[in-house]
Antibody
Framework: EVQLVESGGGLVQPGGSLRLSCAAS????????MSWVRQAPGKGLEWVAN????????YYVDSVKGRFTISRDNAKNSLYLQMNSLRAEDTAVYYC?????????????WGQGTMVTVSS | QSVLTQPPSVSGAPGQRVTISCTGS?????????VHWYQQLPGTAPKLLIY???NRPSGVPDRFSGSKSGTSASLAITGLQAEDEADYYC????????????FGTGTKVTVL
């Protein structure tokens, strides 16, 4: 079964850190661009970051640049998001998604999401 | 602030046809980048509905169709059903941004 499973979410204080993980199975993880997409409570979808198949290219939305780092381990079929200096506005459900051979391909596989709450 | 604009809501009776617009610009849809559409049922992850402007993944009913023209795209739902009540998002790529992947503002479809 083709699947993405996120983990690592939780409650963290402003200024704190959290590392999200996404485990892939059922498809050739190393062949595809991967992204993190978030959704604040009651709001729309926001693309956060993506990473090329070999990890050589990474892109971020402006609001997380310098604070978040996307990475992947193809040997472990896993995607990560290191989140530092967290702010209240980072509170959201974080989804990992696969987007195919090219960065502009559609997100055809989504995880179930993991909730991150930034609050004191 | 999203660069792809959708109407906040559309509604229709069962069996009717509704359309959702996605308006972009010359740096995204108008530059030739594909538009993709997602359906998000309440409390669930988004699901790919249309890719490459007008293509349906396996398992998506042919009641759903997509089109693109100029700097805009549209999603049409014909024969509206109760289970179609959800949020819908368009998505594309923008060459003018350092963060190239962009989603639309989202549209809530209500079945009357």
């Amino acid at each position: 079964e083709v699947q993405l499973v996120e983990s690592g979410g939780g409650l963290v204080q402003p200024g704190g850190s959290l590392r999200l993980s996404c485990a892939a199975s059922g498809f050739t993880f190393s062949s595809y661009w991967m992204s993190w997409v978030r959704q604040a409570p009651g709001k729309g979808l926001e693309w956060v970051a993506n990473i090329k198949q070999d990890g050589s290219e990474k892109y971020y939305v402006d609001s997380v640049k310098g604070r978040f780092t996307i990475s992947r381990d193809n040997a472990k079929n896993s995607l990560y998001l290191q989140m530092n200096s967290l702010r209240a506005e980072d509170t959201a459900v974080y989804y990992c998604a696969s987007s195919g051979w090219y960065p502009h391909d559609a997100f055809d596989i989504w995880g179930q999401g993991t909730m991150v709450t930034v609050s004191s | 602030q999203s660069v792809l604009t959708q109407p906040p809501s559309v509604s229709g009776a069962p069996g009717q046809r509704v359309t959702i617009s996605c308006t972009g610009s010359s740096s995204n849809i108008g530059a030739g980048y594909d538009v993709h559409w997602y359906q998000q049922l309440p409390g669930t992850a988004p699901k790919l509905l249309i890719y490459g402007n007008s293509n349906r993944p396996s398992g998506v009913p042919d009641r759903f169709s997509g089109s693109k023209s100029g700097t805009s795209a549209s999603l049409a739902i014909t024969g509206l059903q109760a289970e179609d009540e959800a949020d819908y998002y368009c998505q594309s790529y923008d060459s003018s941004l350092s963060a190239p992947c962009v989603f639309g503002t989202g549209t809530k479809v209500t079945v009357l």
